[in-house]
């Protein structure tokens, strides 16, 4: 985002917020981008969003966020034990747990009755095909997708420039889930230059 626009957008803010975005600067743990979480918190609002499915937890913040900006109910899987251990501490600090269940576990292994208006995709990123395809049963008809990351930092449109194999890899995993995701035919998708690259895609009933 602009520092013009960063002047003008301006997130809400508490002591949660700031010791939250603290502790992920301090264990470099990649969270959504300002515009992508402005982005979200919106489209939670206008679609009148109850429940909110998330992949990737991390340590909460998008989470939390979510909660404290709109009147969904969250539930958020994360595998990783210390991430999970830290998102479970900063819930509760928000006095939030009613509003965000954590579950423990890989999304690729969980089995959830529950249905669900948003699912939001932020986990292993060579794996987004297999979350959508893995949950879109416990998506309403016309409810919403949201990935982030599609763009990865510009590598997917620019591919050349990169020079590591593994790198290579994944961003070409990413490529092909973009491809797929615009021509899958249960979804009407679009990928915006949101963010590190947002898409919404609207379940057909
Ligand atoms: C980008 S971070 C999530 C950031 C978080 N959504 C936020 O914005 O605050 C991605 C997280 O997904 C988790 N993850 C990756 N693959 C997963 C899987 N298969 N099941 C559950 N969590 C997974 C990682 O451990 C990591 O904590």
Known sequence: MSNYLKSLNKLPKNDLIDKVLLEAKELKTP?????GI??????IKIAKVKKVLEIG?????SAIMMA????????????DELSYDRA??????????????????????????E???LIFIDAAKGQY????????????????????????HGLVSDKEQ????RLKGLVNKIDDFNHKLIEHPDFDSFIYEIGDGLSMSIKKG
């Open 38 to 43: 402005m982005f979200l918190i919106q489209v």
């Open 57 to 61: 937890s991390a340590i909460g913040y």
């Open 31 to 35: 969270i959504i981008s300002d515009e």
């Open 129 to 152: 095909l297999k979350f959508l395809e893995r949950f879109k049963p416990n998506l309403n008809d016309g409810g919403i997708v949201i990935c982030d990351n599609l763009l990865f």
């Open 115 to 117: 249905m669900f208006d």
């Open 68 to 79: 404290l900006n709109t009147n969904a109910e969250i539930t958020t899987i994360e595998k």
């Open 162 to 165: 990169i020079e590591s194999k």
């Open 88 to 113: 479970i501490k900063n819930v509760s600090n928000g006095n939030l747990s009613s509003r965000i269940k954590l579950i423990k576990a890989d999304a690729l292994e969980v089995e959830l009755e």
